[in-house]
Structures are given as C-alpha cells and as structure tokens.
C-alpha cells in the first residue's frame, strides 16, 4: 500500500525524551576509534622518566653508555624551542613540563623517550641514572605551612551571632584523596605540522578541554594560535582527570614528535596513570556552629584546608567551590569561610567530579547530625528547620529567587523512602525470620546538599564561550569544543538544536571536536555543558530560524536551507555568551551571585555493618536531584546513579594510600572500587523545577549527584553500630577502632 496523502504529521519534541545516542552505535559496534586505536606512518612510542625522591635537587642524568641508544629519541628541559616556556598554562607558572634543577613530588617528568619499538622503552627507562641531594619533604596537610591560595567569605557579624547562640558545636572532618578511575587511561599522538605547516603541531587527545591543549601548547613552542590543532578521540571518561592533566601529557608527546620529526604517541599503562596524575584534593575541615536550644543556625564560622599538593594546577577554583558550598544548603545570618590550598610534596591535585563541593558538604552534613546530637534533635526536623528556601541569602549573599528547590527534594526523598520501606517490609521480615539479617547491624542515614552549575561568580564572562552552527542541504551541524565524554554532550546538544529548530533530532549532526574548525566552547567542567553551552546553541538555533524568515514544518525548514544555499551560499551562526542581567558578583570580595542557578538534591542511604569483619555495605540508595529539565532523562539518571556511585565507593572503599609522598596501591588489585556486586539498589528521581536562564528550564546534573553519598552512609553507619565516624573512607579498619575507641578496648 502507498504512504495515505493527507496533513504532514506534527513533529514531537526531542527535549525530555530518551533518544538514541548520536555516537551510540559507533560505540557498540566497535568503530569508535579510542586514542589508542590510532595510527600514522612512521609513528613512534613514547614514554616518561620519573622522579623516584618526592623532593631534592637533580645532580646529574645519565644516559648509560653501554646500552644501545641507537633510535631512541631523548628529551629534556633544554629541548623547549627558543620562544616557547617550559611551563604548563594554568592559573600559576609554577609547574614546568619538565624538570629542570630539582624535583618536588615523585613521579615528576625529568626526560622522555621515544622509540619505534614498544616494549624498548622499558629497557630505555631502566637505563636512566638520575642522582639527586634529597630535602625533607612536607607529605600531609598536617604538616603543611606553605600556602598556595587562600580566600575569606563573610557575611553579616559573627561574633553577634555566636553571642546570639545557646549552643557552640565544634568539630573537626577529613577526606581524603580519591582517583578518578575513567576506564580509558590518559593518552595523546602529536604529529609535527599542522595542514602542510612544519612550524605547526597537531595533537589527538583522550581529553575534555581541547582549547586548554591549545593554550598550553602554544605558550610551550611560542606559536600563534592558527599553527595549532588538537582534535579530541572517543574518550573512554574524564570525571575532571582528563581536564588541566592533557596539557602535560600532549606537551610531552609534542615535544617528542619535534624533535623526531615524526609522529609520537605516548599511552599511560594503568599504573602510570594511577600514581603520576591528580586526584581529588584531600580535604580537613573544621566547624564552630552558635545554634538556639530548637535548632535554629546562629552563626558558622569554617576553617577548610586542602592540599593542594606540590603545583598549585586548579587548587583555586576547587578551593572557591569548596568554599561556596561549605555551609551545606543552610541558611545563617552570620558567616566565615577562611579557605585555604596548602602545598606538599605528592603529586599535584586537581579536578574531579564535585570539585571541592564534595569535601565540604561532607563535613557541613556530618556537623548537622553532630548538632542534632548534641541538642537532642532529630537530624531530619534540624535540616529542615535551616534549609535555604526562596528568599534567603547564601554565604555570599546572593538571593535565592528562582529554581529553589531544598525542601522538595528533603520532602520527596523521605516519601520515595518510605514507600520502599512499605513494599519491602513483608521480604525484611521474612528475611530476619529465618537469620538472614541476625549477624548485621543496620542503619539509614540522610544527607542535603546543593551544587552551582556553571563557572564560579565572572568565570562564564571571562570564558566567553562561543558555539554555533552549520546550515546543510539535510539539516544542521554543531560547532562546539564541549566534549562527549560519556555522559552524553553531543546527544543532548543535538536534541536542544533540534527543538530550537523545530526540526527532526536526526537532522542535527555532532562530531567530536576539532579545534581547527569548532570554536573555544569552554571546558567540558562544573555542570556548565548542558545548562551555558546549551543555551548557547539555543540561541544559535533561534537565529538561524530568524534568518532563513520562518517555517512551520520540518518540510519547509529544509526547503528554505537549500534554497539559501543554492542562492545565497554557506550560513553559519556563531553565537557568544550572555551574561543574564540580573547577576552580580565580586572577585574581590567574593560577594554576590556565585552561580546562576544551583541544584539541589537529597540522598538517603541503607546500610549495614557486619559486627564481626566490620564491613559497611550500602544495601540501597534514595536520590533526588533537581536538574530544572531533563534534556535527555535516561542520560540525565545514568549521570545520578554513576555520580552516586562514585560518591559510595570515595564513602566505603576507595583508599589512596600513600607512602613517601607515592601512591603505595597503584593498582586496580588494591585500589578497590565498588564493582556491580557492590553496587546497591539506586532509585533515583529527577526533580523539574526550572532556571529561566537555562535550555528549555536546565541547569548541571553531573556533579551534584557525588556530593551527598558519603554523609548519608556515615550517618548510616553510625545510626548501625553508634560509632561517630569523621573521615573517608569507612573501611573496616577505621570502623573497628571507633568501635574499640567506643566500647573502650573491650572488643
């Protein structure tokens, strides 16, 4: 039968639907080509030679005259061009690419080498005699004296407001570092040129923030902007490791492929990965909270200390959303934040996931279950008695007027909660009836939180990120540097563009970015793709309708594109962005409008404790998150339940252990993740409660979600055994202590 004439069928919205993946298939079939799926002719391998000391000056490098050096590639320090700076571009000249005179963290880059051959390089590597005269190094940040960024927020009279208080609670909270763990190591190929230009170097990357590459290269070879490119591969996962890290590795790779005139490619075995990049900035916080006898907040006053290791990488941005969020999602009259990024001999820290808010909201949580206890109240009733709501002012005094959503999230965590409690209830019986449950001990415990999207206070104005699009004979095409990294960038930029449109999801094209042809997006950070960039692409997509004079069906759409580009030739829209006339902040004083628009969620947590190996396992998990509008909702709950998940392993299991300034279980055999055995029930629900300013209503959804878990579990814990925990992770080990330092050594 013919296709039945007749009226041309509406077209269905993509925002807010779950449609396929734009490089799904690709992935699933195997044709997506990872950094290391590359190649070109006559490429080489190359590998990096590390400090063993994490502090000292080099006294000589050797080469071993009696190995065979023939075909390697060496570099050091004095291989940096004339005009270009052995220095990585971040917020401080402080790091350099390679050592020079002295070394201050183990594993510090000192030579690279490169060889046609693989597996020489180990022998190349062995044959490298560095001698060193060692210093005493500072290895923790309770040593730590040097710092290396501080900040102070303020806000009304603190001193009033303890005199206002009846109660002073004090308390002391500690986290520590985290590995990002993407399942793809880090991995860059640099080809010397760029389009036929010798002077040029190109590079392909496994990274997030290609316009972060570019920087760093041109100010490492002295060149201009247009004699750089680097393209970003399928990148198998980031969480912020793959962030300002790149930078350092693609320098490397660069300058190897300079000096062999060939293309060098240079992959981290997951060792290197593990001990030589940053992680999450180990964290310890102290509280001084004036409260009233029925729990009202008075005054909070913090003292929040990172380490920031020995670079000072992204320690002031991570140090300035730790900060912002350090009150927890809780109203006070009176406030101080002293923050402070202090240096030590390990290895720089750096992005990931949460980016300071974590490590704050960690302690903010674990203080209000500490006042609770100690005014007899229940954890539940204080929270809500403080939370933020339309109206008030946060730490730094911005009004909450929009897309304020604390109490919702508290409210539907609590009904989600129960309505599982009920349709378990009948199995928990059953279960405790035949002495499935005897040996355990359990608990639940509850956490609030909220987090920024976007770049902190002037960032997004200084960025200026740009992004636009392409018209084509079938639809459009997206120019953008934000990168997919699996949470789903270019699906959900697609389907923004194709209802700004009013066209098929389908007829929207992505590609990963290339920075010769897609302009500075900004970085793929802070919750800031869907809600800045793409609303961005919103407007593109508005003005891209308003040029081609209008249309009322897909149909139509397409005619007129042809037609203009047959009469008038190519359309591209690039749009800037805008900073929403409302916001005020100070750099200065760190006053005003820290964020846009905040999210906002609530974690409930189930867990259970074996009394006799002292085990803590999470047996299910209630999250609520408040995105303003799930662009794609199937994307936007993978990104919850993963973030959870994140936050449950950094809560119970991972553990970086580190000795002379090292990480001692650099390996996945005792770096211990949660796997799927791990993993309990997550039910997540997302709450729509939109930002005027944001696509379609959006704000960031992929940070907030690791914030909350581990103080839900803690208190979870401690509600099972009745041991106060103050630190990350509750292994086993720390919970039989608490428990022996609790029943006072009997145990």
Same mark, same amino acid.
């Given at each position: 039968?013919?296709?039945?004439?007749?009226?041309?069928?509406?077209?269905?919205?993509?925002?807010?639907?779950?449609?396929?993946?734009?490089?799904?298939?690709?992935?699933?079939?195997?044709?997506?080509?990872?950094?290391?799926?590359?190649?070109?002719?006559?490429?080489?391998?190359?590998?990096?030679?590390?400090?063993?000391?994490?502090?000292?000056?080099?006294?000589?490098?050797?080469?071993?005259?009696?190995?065979?050096?023939?075909?390697?590639?060496?570099?050091?320090?004095?291989?940096?061009?004339?005009?270009?700076?052995?220095?990585?571009?971040?917020?401080?000249?402080?790091?350099?690419?390679?050592?020079?005179?002295?070394?201050?963290?183990?594993?510090?880059?000192?030579?690279?080498?490169?060889?046609?051959?693989?597996?020489?390089?180990?022998?190349?590597?062995?044959?490298?005699?560095?001698?060193?005269?060692?210093?005493?190094?500072?290895?923790?940040?309770?040593?730590?004296?040097?710092?290396?960024?501080?900040?102070?927020?303020?806000?009304?009279?603190?001193?009033?407001?303890?005199?206002?208080?009846?109660?002073?609670?004090?308390?002391?909270?500690?986290?520590?570092?985290?590995?990002?763990?993407?399942?793809?190591?880090?991995?860059?190929?640099?080809?010397?040129?760029?389009?036929?230009?010798?002077?040029?170097?190109?590079?392909?990357?496994?990274?997030?923030?290609?316009?972060?590459?570019?920087?760093?290269?041109?100010?490492?070879?002295?060149?201009?902007?247009?004699?750089?490119?680097?393209?970003?591969?399928?990148?198998?996962?980031?969480?912020?490791?793959?962030?300002?890290?790149?930078?350092?590795?693609?320098?490397?790779?660069?300058?190897?492929?300079?000096?062999?005139?060939?293309?060098?490619?240079?992959?981290?075995?997951?060792?290197?990965?593990?001990?030589?990049?940053?992680?999450?900035?180990?964290?310890?916080?102290?509280?001084?909270?004036?409260?009233?006898?029925?729990?009202?907040?008075?005054?909070?006053?913090?003292?929040?200390?990172?380490?920031?290791?020995?670079?000072?990488?992204?320690?002031?941005?991570?140090?300035?959303?730790?900060?912002?969020?350090?009150?927890?999602?809780?109203?006070?009259?009176?406030?101080?934040?002293?923050?402070?990024?202090?240096?030590?001999?390990?290895?720089?820290?750096?992005?990931?996931?949460?980016?300071?808010?974590?490590?704050?909201?960690?302690?903010?949580?674990?203080?209000?279950?500490?006042?609770?206890?100690?005014?007899?109240?229940?954890?539940?009733?204080?929270?809500?008695?403080?939370?933020?709501?339309?109206?008030?002012?946060?730490?730094?005094?911005?009004?909450?007027?929009?897309?304020?959503?604390?109490?919702?999230?508290?409210?539907?965590?609590?009904?989600?909660?129960?309505?599982?409690?009920?349709?378990?209830?009948?199995?928990?019986?059953?279960?405790?009836?035949?002495?499935?449950?005897?040996?355990?001990?359990?608990?639940?415990?509850?956490?609030?939180?909220?987090?920024?999207?976007?770049?902190?206070?002037?960032?997004?104005?200084?960025?200026?990120?740009?992004?636009?699009?392409?018209?084509?004979?079938?639809?459009?095409?997206?120019?953008?540097?934000?990168?997919?990294?699996?949470?789903?960038?270019?699906?959900?930029?697609?389907?923004?563009?194709?209802?700004?449109?009013?066209?098929?999801?389908?007829?929207?094209?992505?590609?990963?970015?290339?920075?010769?042809?897609?302009?500075?997006?900004?970085?793929?950070?802070?919750?800031?793709?869907?809600?800045?960039?793409?609303?961005?692409?919103?407007?593109?997509?508005?003005?891209?309708?308003?040029?081609?004079?209008?249309?009322?069906?897909?149909?139509?759409?397409? !005619?007129? #594109?042809?037609?203009? +580009?047959?009469?008038?030739?190519?359309? =591209?829209?690039?749009? /800037?962005? &805008?900073?929403?006339? %409302?916001?005020?902040?100070?750099?200065?004083?760190?006053?005003?409008?820290?964020?846009?628009?905040?999210?906002?969620?609530?974690?409930?947590?189930?867990?259970?404790?074996?009394?006799?190996?002292?085990?803590?396992?999470?047996?299910?998990?209630?999250?609520?998150?408040?995105?303003?509008?799930?662009?794609?909702?199937?994307?936007?709950?993978?990104?919850?339940?993963?973030?959870?998940?994140?936050?449950?392993?950094?809560?119970?299991?991972?553990?970086?252990?580190?000795?002379?300034? !090292?990480? #001692?279980?650099?390996? +996945?055999?005792?770096?211990?993740?949660? =796997?799927?055995?791990? /993993?309990? &029930?997550?039910?997540? %629900?997302?709450?729509?409660?939109?930002?005027?300013?944001?696509?379609?209503?959006?704000?960031?959804?992929?940070?907030?979600?690791?914030?909350?878990?581990?103080?839900?579990?803690?208190?979870?814990?401690?509600?099972?055994?009745?041991?106060?925990?103050?630190?990350?992770?509750?292994?086993?080990?720390?919970?039989?202590?608490?428990?022996?330092?609790?029943?006072?050594?009997?145990?």
């Amino acid at each position: 039968m013919g296709r039945r004439k007749g009226k041309e069928r509406a077209l269905q919205p993509s925002v807010g639907t779950n449609v396929p993946r734009t490089e799904g298939r690709e992935k699933v079939t195997g044709e997506a080509k990872y950094i290391d799926d590359l190649t070109f002719p006559g490429m080489i391998h190359g590998r990096t030679v590390r400090s063993t000391i994490p502090r000292g000056k080099i006294l000589s490098v050797t080469l071993d005259p009696a190995f065979d050096w023939s075909g390697f590639t060496v570099v050091d320090h004095r291989d940096v061009p004339p005009g270009g700076q052995n220095v990585v571009q971040m917020i401080t000249d402080d790091q350099p690419f390679l050592a020079v005179d002295r070394v201050n963290h183990q594993e510090e880059p000192i030579l690279l080498l490169a060889h046609a051959d693989r597996s020489r390089l180990d022998a190349g590597c062995a044959r490298v005699k560095i001698t060193y005269a060692p210093e005493a190094p500072v290895l923790d940040l309770a040593h730590a004296t040097h710092v290396l960024k501080q900040l102070t927020i303020e806000k009304g009279d603190l001193a009033a407001g303890f005199a206002d208080a009846d109660v002073i609670v004090e308390g002391t909270y500690q986290t520590g570092h985290q590995e990002q763990l993407y399942l793809e190591p880090n991995g860059a190929i640099a080809l010397p040129g760029v389009d036929g230009d010798p002077a040029g170097i190109t590079v392909y990357g496994s990274l997030q923030c290609p316009y972060y590459v570019v920087r760093a290269l041109m100010r490492l070879f002295g060149l201009p902007i247009e004699k750089v490119r680097v393209v970003q591969s399928t990148t198998g996962g980031g969480f912020g490791g793959k962030e300002e890290y790149p930078s350092l590795l693609c320098g490397h790779a660069a300058l190897l492929a300079r000096k062999a005139n060939r293309p060098v490619k240079m992959i981290y075995d997951r060792m290197e990965d593990l001990v030589a990049t940053t992680k999450r900035h180990p964290s310890l916080v102290r509280h001084r909270t004036g409260v009233k006898r029925d729990g009202t907040i008075t005054a909070i006053e913090i003292d929040l200390r990172l380490d920031g290791g020995a670079y000072l990488t992204l320690s002031p941005v991570v140090l300035s959303r730790a900060s912002i969020h350090a009150t927890g999602p809780y109203r006070t009259p009176h406030a101080r934040i002293h923050g402070r990024a202090y240096l030590t001999h390990t290895p720089p820290n750096g992005a990931f996931r949460g980016f300071g808010a974590p490590q704050s909201q960690f302690a903010a949580e674990l203080h209000m279950d500490k006042i609770a206890g100690e005014l007899g109240l229940d954890p539940v009733a204080l929270r809500r008695k403080n939370l933020l709501r339309p109206g008030d002012t946060t730490a730094t005094g911005q009004l909450l007027e929009e897309s304020v959503s604390a109490e919702e999230v508290l409210d539907r965590a609590l009904a989600r909660h129960e309505a599982a409690l009920q349709r378990n209830n009948k199995s928990l019986r059953r279960s405790k009836a035949a002495g499935g449950s005897k040996a355990r001990l359990h608990g639940t415990g509850l956490s609030m939180f909220f987090h920024g999207s976007g770049f902190t206070g002037g960032g997004e104005v200084k960025l200026a990120s740009r992004a636009g699009l392409v018209l084509t004979r079938d639809g459009v095409e997206i120019l953008v540097a934000s990168t997919e990294i699996g949470q789903g960038t270019r699906t959900m930029l697609a389907q923004i563009v194709a209802d700004a449109l009013a066209i098929p999801y389908e007829w929207v094209a992505t590609s990963d970015p290339d920075t010769a042809r897609d302009p500075d997006s900004g970085p793929t950070v802070a919750s800031r793709t869907c809600m800045i960039i793409g609303r961005i692409l919103q407007r593109a997509g508005e003005r891209l309708k308003e040029a081609l004079g209008g249309y009322d069906s897909p149909k139509e759409f397409r !005619r007129r #594109a042809r037609a203009h +580009l047959d009469e008038k030739g190519p359309l =591209t829209i690039i749009e /800037t962005y &805008e900073k929403p006339g %409302e916001i005020r902040w100070s750099d200065e004083t760190y006053r005003g409008d820290a964020y846009g628009a905040y999210a906002w969620g609530c974690n409930i947590a189930d867990v259970e404790v074996d009394p006799v190996t002292y085990e803590a396992r999470c047996t299910r998990f209630t999250a609520v998150i408040d995105i303003g509008k799930a662009i794609h909702p199937l994307l936007a709950e993978g990104q919850i339940e993963g973030g959870t998940l994140q936050g449950i392993g950094w809560a119970l299991y991972e553990d970086v252990v580190m000795k002379d300034g !090292r990480m #001692a279980n650099g390996t +996945l055999t005792n770096y211990i993740i949660p =796997t799927t055995l791990d /993993t309990p &029930e997550i039910d997540v %629900e997302i709450v729509e409660n939109p930002y005027r300013h944001g696509p379609f209503g959006a704000k960031g959804v992929g940070e907030c979600p690791i914030d909350g878990p581990p103080a839900a579990i803690v208190a979870a814990i401690r509600q099972a055994c009745g041991v106060s925990l103050d630190r990350v992770p509750a292994t086993p080990e720390r919970i039989m202590i608490a428990l022996d330092a609790l029943e006072g050594g009997r145990r």
